[in-house]
């Protein structure tokens, strides 16, 4: 059963290879994306961080996720000495968590209908669960930033997460808060953790890093990166290739 | 006066081996350039690949569906200004489905990198960028979340609507 749709402006993939697996069973997960942008996205005025942006709300008054997600946003900047940032001049935003965050709690409710193997995909960010259908680890291509078209590197995983942050296309998307300008000097950096909820928040705060970002994800326990440069160079952490098959 | 001989001896003696010391530590950089040589092999690959293009492996599945239902057709979305070039996306609906999103348009240009030299990540490894054939089930990428991409796949999508 595998279901595509486009939720928050991005493309949504769901696939359960468990035969019991219904349509409505990914519609839930769907429907709970929905409500995730309804809450988070700065781009819809009702959105609770809309609200926010415009002081209608006090901190206090915060729901309950909202506060969990200020939380974790704020434990991700200590982690990263400040490469994580989620209000950027002036405005509050916190697309930079909320993605990875939405993944994992979708693959969590697949989790707990007794689903085992199964991936929750959001724009090129991956929580994936078991196996394939040939039974094998999750084959995860990782794309090529200077070309669509291409993978450039297959990665096999099994009950991880695998977030990808890059500029390439995006424009200026991603920013260094610690010099407040673009991040860009790398093309893209992918990374594999055990969820994708911290695969995408370290990836985020990789890129900003810039080169040094490989260096920040080799010191992580559980935490393997593969970034690529501008000059096309792949730069890798020190056990990444256990999730490299040839 | 020996005293301070020995004093300046012994100052002196420590300076030399601090000196020594540091001339030892600025020979670091040679373990980056054995590494570089060991980057070579991957180097030496990519004058002989061949990019052989993958497609887009998500695509090659079975349609996909989508939960909104769309009239059938092919759209083209808008192009939309990516900073390193332009994007833009089609949409294939197939069954009220969305079946397929293709890239049209996409940044392509080949930027000289300042990237810093390989000696100055001597501990990692490298290799060059190499198209790999090999199919996979899911792709990992940044670029489906541009908001060239969004605004030229909800153009698209606009125009399938019924």
Sequence with gaps: ?246 | MKKYLQITLILGAFGLLVIFRQLRGSETPVIGKQNQNSFGVGQTQTQTQTTTPTGSPQNQNQPQTSAMAYKDGTYTGSVEDAFYGNVQVQVIVSGGKISDVNFLQYPNDNQTSQFVNSQAMPLLKQEALQAQSSQVDIVSGASATSQAFQASLTNALNQAKI
Aim: charged letters at 30%; glycine letters at 6%.
């Design chain 1, 1 to 246: 059963m595998k279901k595509t749709a486009v939720i928050m402006g991005m493309p949504v993939i769901i696939e359960i290879l468990d035969k019991n697996a219904k349509e409505s069973d990914i519609d839930e997960v769907f429907s709970y994306f929905v409500s995730i942008d309804e809450k988070f996205s700065p781009y819809k005025n009702d959105s609770e961080v809309s609200k926010i942006n415009r002081k209608e709300i006090d901190e206090r008054n915060y729901s309950k996720e909202m506060k969990y997600i200020l939380k974790e946003a704020a434990r991700t900047k200590k982690e990263t000495n400040g490469y994580f940032e989620i209000n950027l001049n002036g405005k509050f935003d916190p697309s930079g968590i909320v993605k990875g965050y939405a993944i994992f709690e979708g693959a969590r409710k697949l989790k707990a209908k007794g689903f085992k193997n199964y991936y929750v995909e959001i724009a090129g960010d991956i929580q994936v669960s078991g196996t394939n259908k040939e039974d094998k680890s999750w084959k995860v291509g990782i794309r090529n930033p200077f070309n669509q078209e291409e993978i450039v590197k297959v990665v096999n995983i099994s009950d991880n997460g695998i977030a990808t942050s890059g500029n390439y296309i995006r424009g200026k998307h991603i920013f260094n808060p610690v010099s407040n300008k673009e991040a860009d000097e790398i093309a893209s950096i992918s990374v594999i953790a055990k969820n994708v909820y911290d695969a995408d928040r370290y990836a985020t705060a990789a890129f900003a890093m810039g080169e040094k970002g490989i260096y920040f994800l080799d010191k992580l326990k559980g935490v393997e990166g593969y970034m690529i440069t501008k000059d096309k160079k792949a730069v890798y952490t020190k056990n990444f290739e256990k999730f490299v098959i040839n």
